[in-house]
């Protein structure tokens, strides 16, 4: 038998939005430097290296919620022959 764990899941809302390349990730380096959980491939120099070296496409995400937190995500959308857009 297996017992199943009662979880309390808290409920924020969160906006999301893209990082438009036109914004050029102003003061992203300097939110990255001050978070604790920052890491290299959070830095715009990474952006950069990834989309010379492969021509992968930046997808930067940005959400802020109504409690104050926020968070980023540097993603990259990956196109391959065989499989398109992943």
């Not at 038998?1 to 808290?10: F, K, L, P, T, Y």
């Not at 939110?31 to 992968?56: K, M, Q």
Request: hydrophobic letters at 50%; a positive charge.
């Amino acid at each position: 038998m297996i017992a199943a764990a009662a979880a309390v899941v808290e409920t924020v809302d969160v906006e999301v939005r893209r990082v438009e390349p036109a914004e050029r990730l102003t003061g992203w380096s300097a939110a990255v430097d001050g978070a604790r959980d920052g890491h290299v491939a959070h830095a715009p120099a990474w952006r950069e290296a990834i989309g010379r070296a492969y021509g992968h496409q930046p997808l930067y995400l940005v959400g802020h919620g109504g409690d104050g937190r926020r968070g980023a995500l540097p993603a990259f959308v990956v196109r391959r022959p065989l499989l398109g857009a992943v």
